[in-house]
């Protein structure tokens, strides 16, 4: 039994089947049963129990994984930290993020991170949905929420804000609301996630919070898409600073109420690096990190740098 023999058995109780491990590991099933089996064996216990229909832990399975697991990532943590002090960064970096925040923002920094780290290489998805970043091998995550809570470590590394925005040639048509209830009587461009469909918010800077129902006739899957429709003058639309920055600087977009905070789900919404739960983080994902809080910055949007603090753990969030 190896080092990799029990990153497989850790695997597979993270994924819960044989097969789902197989896959990430890109075995065949079998060979995997296989494996565990004789691993069992030299253990003189059974790790897992299987059935066609059932698969779980064993107790002393449990009580065995339990101690490894720690082990393992001190393990990687002593090779990581000699490899950073030994060899440039290298090695592939497969990370996620919101299809508008990696066309918008990620996008723009990639050629400035090659130049900086030539060894590595990036693996870009994106995608509107929150993938499971073990099953689908995935280094880092990027995502807009108002807050993380679960089992994945996340640190926040951008704040962001909401505008309400419409275009000059709707506000010209329809006519420019002047308090945020006034938002209920027009055709508002919805994004569809849970909480940005029927109710925006509103905070003066007194504090007060004001809950405005919205209504309209078009719900869209993606932001640069509601974008796009506020531009033609389709309504009015709830986005993220980072998005709108640009359109409302050269007239395109108007922010409706430049001195409210406003959200759909909470004032306090980031840009949170999520990684898998585990003690060591490799030098790649790191200085991926690192420098996107350092070169977002410059960026012409409003979203603040968040100073580095104390990883916590997170659950799924929103794009």
Do not use: C
């Amino acid at each position: 039994m190896d080092i990799a023999d029990l990153k497989t058995l850790l695997l597979i109780r993270s994924l819960g089947s044989f097969a789902a491990a197989a896959r990430v590991l890109d075995l065949n099933p079998a060979s995997v049963s296989r494996k565990v089996a004789e691993i069992e064996a030299g253990l003189g216990v059974r790790i897992f129990q299987r059935s066609t229909r059932r698969f779980s832990i064993t107790e002393a399975g449990e009580a065995f994984l339990a101690r490894v697991a720690p082990l393992l990532e001190e393990f990687d943590a002593a090779l990581g930290s000699v490899e950073a002090l030994s060899a440039a960064p290298a090695g592939t970096l497969r990370m996620t993020t919101s299809v508008s925040f990696g066309h918008e923002v990620l996008l723009p920094l990639l050629g400035a991170f090659h130049a900086a780290y030539p060894g590595v290489d990036v693996e870009l998805i994106l995608t509107d949905s929150n993938l499971d970043l073990v099953r689908e091998r995935i280094d880092l995550a990027l995502r807009l929420a108002p807050a993380p809570a679960g089992d994945l470590i996340s640190t926040r590394i951008l704040t962001a804000r909401y505008r309400v925005v419409a275009s000059p040639d709707y506000l010209t048509r329809f006519g420019h609301p002047q308090r945020p209830e006034d938002i209920s009587g027009h055709n508002t461009l919805r994004f569809a996630l849970p909480g940005y469909r029927d109710r925006w918010l509103f905070r003066d800077r007194s504090g007060s919070v004001a809950e405005v129902p919205v209504h309209g006739w078009l719900v869209v899957s993606n932001a640069l898409s509601l974008r796009r429709a506020a531009l033609d003058g389709l309504g009015v639309t709830l986005l993220a600073d980072w998005l709108v920055k640009q359109s409302i600087d050269d007239g395109t977009l108007i922010d409706l109420f430049p001195e409210l905070d406003v959200t759909a789900t909470g004032f306090e919404a980031g840009i949170w690096a999520l990684y898998p739960s585990k003690a060591f983080l490799p030098q790649r994902v790191r200085l991926m990190i690192d420098f996107i809080r350092q070169t977002a910055a410059t960026r012409p949007q409003s979203a603040r740098i968040v100073p580095e603090g104390n990883p916590r753990k997170s659950k799924g969030l929103r794009k």
